[in-house]
């Protein structure tokens, strides 16, 4: 299948990247995923601006210093968290049972990716982000604390409340996976 990516100069990029099967693995594993992504922006040049982690995906938006390099940060990415996620397991003694992915595929295949196209459209998004707390765990954003949202609360950005979970029905259009 040929996918037609939109590579727009200074533009934001918001990503989907999901495990192999839904496997459950990233929030015990965030030291590999911090430092994953640590070791990925050393070789190319992004901020990431928005993110939230949940078990089995991950959802951000970054902006790339080179837009065409999205698609080679994610491999990047998926490339060293498999390498420490597998070194880390091969290691460790209980790795028997249904967590045991030390051979196994860690990453689907693609990845799902939106370029940001104006300010609208980068607001729904942070809401998306923000709001998959709600929409996964039943949790509201102020208090997951795998997401950017109180980095968000901290600069004036959202309120505090934003979101709770009385306002979970209220919130419709955000469904982006």
């Known amino acids: 299948m040929n996918y037609k990516r939109l590579f727009i100069p200074n533009a934001l990029v918001f990503l989907t990247i999901v495990t192999n099967n839904r496997i459950s693995i990233l929030l015990n594993n965030l030291d590999i995923l911090q430092e994953s992504f640590f070791n990925t922006m050393k070789i190319y040049k992004y901020n990431l601006i928005a ?9 951000c938006i970054i902006k790339p210093k080179e837009i065409t390099d999205y698609s080679k940060i994610v491999k990047s990415f998926k490339y060293s968290f498999t390498k420490k996620y597998k070194m880390k397991n091969n290691n460790n003694q209980n790795t028997v049972g249904r967590h045991y992915y ?6 689907q295949n ?5 370029t940001i196209r104006s ?3 980068l607001n729904k998004h942070l809401d998306y982000i923000h709001y998959n707390s709600v929409k996964h765990n039943n949790i509201a ?5 795998y ?12 309120d505090n409340d ?9 919130i419709n259009s955000l469904d982006y996976e």
């Open 147 to 158: 997401s950017s949202f109180m980095r968000f609360v901290s600069k004036g950005l959202y």
């Open 51 to 59: 993110y939230t982690i949940q078990t089995d995906h991950l959802h």
């Open 110 to 114: 693609r990845f799902w990716e939106h």
């Open 162 to 170: 934003w979101c709770n979970i009385g306002d979970k029905h209220n």
């Open 102 to 107: 030390a051979d196994k595929k860690i990453w």
């Open 119 to 121: 300010e609208e459209d």
């Open 141 to 145: 954003p102020n208090d997951w604390e």
